[in-house]
């Protein structure tokens, strides 16, 4: 089993910053991609961002250019840093981690006051 803990997320004011973190423990031989969704009230979950065991990066619209994903594989995280945030960016933040099959954290809040 795996699993995956997020932390980081919280409260901030429209243009601000926030790193989420995502550490995977357990029976680990390899992750494979790791990344992030989000589903904000009353919205389906949508990719964020994802990257894959070689650093090779895919970033939805509307977070290009503000949020960065990287990862250390050696500590089996993926990070997301998020800058220049809007009140649109508000939404619960899930992990997700390929290791044979995929793993979901339980979600950490993230909310952006206007």
């Known amino acids: 089993q795996v699993q995956l803990v997020e932390s980081g997320g919280g409260l901030v004011q429209a243009g601000g910053s926030l790193r989420l973190s995502c550490a995977a423990s357990?029976?680990?031989?390899?992750?494979?991609?790791m990344g992030w969704y989000r589903q904000a009230p009353g919205k389906q979950r949508e990719l964020v961002a994802t990257i894959t065991r070689y650093g090779v990066t895919n970033y939805a619209g509307s977070v290009k250019g503000r949020f960065t994903i990287s990862r250390d594989n050696a500590k089996n995280t993926v990070y997301l840093q998020m800058n220049s945030l809007e009140p649109e960016d508000t939404a619960v933040y899930y992990c997700?981690?390929?290791?044979?099959?995929?793993?979901w954290g339980q979600g950490t809040q993230v909310t952006v006051s206007s």
């Open positions: 357990g029976t680990i031989f390899r992750i494979n991609a």
């Open positions: 997700w981690a390929d290791v044979m099959r995929v793993y």
